[in-house]
């Protein structure tokens, strides 16, 4: 027993065994370690004891008492049902369970066991129904039992997998505790912990599971959500001193006439956002370490001719820029907008996508513009690179850096700019992007329309359909249908509710209008086609999935009418109502939904007075939490065990001990067997600090 460490497989541990083991598996826990670490969700508290006298309908309590009778009986309609019944020096009262016959075999007539549970009416008495039951050592009722798992106390509530119950766990984890308690090892170093009045290591895991009352379960609940926001944050810095020391970049030299030459020749002036994001940017390219930075920025807030700019300045420093977009009609787009912007320049704009492969390797190795999709990162472009744009990429660059980490033998790499339009709090994206530097566009240009925004209740749809009938028949002006989101990447069922609303649509509602279908499963021709048409102004109506095309630009489009609005996050149906309203024609944004719950509802009628994505993401932190918001996955967010993206204060306190620890002690991170080491590789998050 005592050569077992917290690192040998959990089967090793009294009473798991193989079996348990896989199940356990199903649940992440590998480790004896793993075991320690499942935190339960919440705790239902069977702390208050009462003698039987004293039972109210309807309270959750804790009995001690002694089984005078136990018996199985079949109902009327053929179900088995135990009842107990049992007693303490004030009274007696009758226990009932449904369908669990082993009781008979567990529970024993004339001892004495604790019984936690609700008290209800059963027919015209009051009765226990289904409680938790225990045998204890104590026998004083009023000193609840420090060795009481299951029954008076707050007991824990674990995430479950078939054939491991919460029940199950509570033993096991305790008999873990009892073996490996004191191996818990402190990996914050003390001023850390006393500054932020944290409990320890060892107390905190042991109160998680096993809380005597609600502050303690809040305490620990603290100390291991400030481990967890402290190890993200801490790994995210490394990650970023490790780009830094590793690779060099290509330090570009700006050139500040020409560039205003380039801004000069747009159509418009750069708002003061844009100027300021530029001389973050411009900065960065001076640098020898290689940039590496997330541009967030509204819909429409104007990322593109930012990057532009920066395009301009890496041609001139004699390197070709890749610019790489989603999908290929986004791909598409971009090619036209920079040929646009670079023809007057003599720049030569490429476009690589899978239906147009024009990687011209050998003919000339003058600097360019590559756009395409991200699959040209799997491409080795003849030119040199020194500056590559990622738009809107779902998980942020995460797998572009990975892959340009992985490919780059050579010391240098490009400059990176990843842009997106997903609002995420700056505290939040601080967590989570440790390893960028961060740049915001908060200023929309001037002269942009609000889009004017209303929920529609179910029972005004047909004159929504009316209205936007009269908008669009006959007239230049547009408008998109979009389907309800059903998953969160585009699976073969929401092609198929969008064609059925495609169907129900043309046929039914707008027999007399031209109608498209844009959705996931289409290849590439035709979606080009469809969208080719609806941007000639050919299809009056655009019924579309919502994954599709983030960044499509369709001037006349006017409405956006969202189907089941309640099942999406108020950021992504700013995305999606930013398709409109993109030039001086008043635009519309109609939100559809069912759903009568007044929550939902309130919660999607803030589109209608909120038009800044990133207030309207805060929202949502705060009402539905990050990973309702985002789609965690999607965005590459970190699964968080315990600690959440809501906690705004926690993740400020946790930023500045990271910030405190990297500038005061190093040693810490250097000695590789230090705990915190440990913990950050246990994390699967550190990249090991050469230093
Ligand atoms: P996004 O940030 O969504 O990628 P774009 O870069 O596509 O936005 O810009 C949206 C539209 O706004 C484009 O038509 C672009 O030419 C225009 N635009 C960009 N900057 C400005 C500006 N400062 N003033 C006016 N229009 C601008
Ligand atoms: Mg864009």
Not at 276 to 301: C, F, H, T, Y
Not at 458 to 468: G, L, Q, S
Request: overall charge positive; some cysteine.
């Amino acid at each position: 027993m005592n050569t077992l460490s917290l690192a040998d497989a959990v089967e090793k541990l009294p009473y798991v065994g193989p079996a348990y083991a896989k199940r356990l598996n199903k649940l992440g826990i590998i480790t004896i370690e793993d075991l320690i670490f499942h935190f339960p969700f919440r705790y239902d508290d069977f702390s208050l004891i009462s003698s039987i006298n004293r039972i109210q309908p309807g309270e959750t309590l804790t009995i001690r008492a002694k089984i005078l009778e136990f018996r199985n009986e079949h109902t009327r309609n053929g179900k088995k049902i135990q009842k107990a019944v049992v007693a303490d020096n004030s009274g007696s009262t009758e226990i009932i369970w449904f369908n669990q016959p082993y009781l008979s075999k567990v529970l024993r007539v004339g001892e004495t066991y604790q019984f936690s549970g609700k008290a209800d009416w059963f027919g015209r008495k009051i009765v226990f129904v289904s409680p938790e039951y225990e045998k204890t050592l104590i026998s004083n009722i009023q000193s609840p039992t420090s060795d009481s798992l299951h029954t008076g106390r707050l007991v824990p509530v674990y995430p479950e997998t078939y054939g491991i119950s919460s029940k199950w766990l509570r033993s096991r984890i305790k008999a873990a505790l009892q073996i490996f308690g004191e191996k818990i090892e402190e990996f914050l170093p003390p001023e850390i912990v006393k500054k932020n009045n944290l409990l320890s290591e060892q107390e905190a895991i042991r109160l998680i599971h096993f809380p005597e009352n609600k502050s303690q379960a809040e305490l620990s609940r603290k100390r291991l959500s400030f481990d967890e926001l402290f190890l993200i944050q801490l790994a995210g810095r490394l990650r970023k001193k490790d780009w830094q020391k590793k690779f060099s970049g290509y330090q570009f030299k700006i050139f500040p006439a020409e560039t205003k030459k380039f801004v000069d020749s747009l159509p418009f002036k750069l708002t003061a956002a844009q100027e300021k994001v530029w001389s973050e940017i411009s900065a960065d390219l001076e640098r020898k370490e290689p940039m590496n930075r997330l541009l967030q920025g509204d819909v429409g807030s104007g990322k593109t001719v930012v990057a532009a700019i920066a395009i301009y300045n890496a041609f001139l420093n004699n390197f070709s820029s890749v610019f790489m977009a989603p999908t290929e009609i986004l791909a598409t787009q971009h090619y036209q907008t920079l040929t646009n912007f670079f023809s007057p320049f003599k720049i030569k704009v490429e476009l690589v996508t899978s239906s147009h492969r024009q990687l011209n390797p050998t003919e000339d190795k003058s600097p360019k513009i590559i756009v395409g999709t991200h699959a040209l990162l799997f491409k080795k472009p003849p030119e040199k690179v020194g500056f590559i744009v990622i738009d809107e990429q779902q998980r942020f660059g995460v797998e572009q850096r990975a892959q340009l980490l992985k490919e780059s033998s050579e010391e240098k790499i490009p400059h990176l700019l990843t842009m997106t339009a997903t609002p995420i709090p700056r505290t939040v994206a601080l967590t989570i992007f440790g390893d960028l530097d961060l740049s915001f566009l908060n200023e929309m240009p001037k002269g942009r329309l609000v889009v004017k925004t209303w929920v529609v209740p179910p029972f005004k749809r047909e004159d929504a359909y009316r209205w936007i009938r009269k908008l669009v028949k006959g007239t230049s002006q547009q408008a998109f249908i979009i389907c309800p989101l059903i998953e969160e990447s585009e699976t073969l069922a929401t092609s198929r509710a969008a064609k059925s609303e495609y169907q129900q649509l043309s046929e039914k509602i707008f027999p007399d209008l031209k109608l498209g279908l844009l959705h996931g499963r289409m290849n590439t021709t035709e979606k080009d086609q469809v969208i080719d048409d609806f941007r000639r102004g050919k299809l009056d109506i655009l019924v579309s999935t919502p994954v599709v095309e983030v960044g499509i630009d369709i001037p006349k489009a006017t409405i956006m009418m969202i189907e089941a609005a309640d099942r999406f996050g108020l950021a992504q149906l700013h995305q999606l109502r930013g398709r409109v309203g993109r030039n001086k024609i008043e635009s519309f944004c109609l939100l559809f939904t069912e759903n009568s719950d007044p929550k939902a509802i309130k919660r999607i009628k803030f589109m209608e007075s909120k038009n800044i994505g990133m207030e309207l993401a805060e929202i949502d932190l705060r009402l539905r939490g990050p990973g309702e918001i985002y789609g965690t996955k999607q965005h590459g967010f970190p699964d968080l065990k315990i600690a959440s993206f809501a906690d705004l204060d926690l993740i400020e306190q946790t930023r500045k001990a990271a910030d405190s620890l990297l500038a005061t002690d190093f040693s810490l991170l250097q000695n590789t067997n230090s705990p915190l080491n440990k913990k950050l590789k246990k994390y699967k998050i550190i990249q090991e600090i050469s230093n």
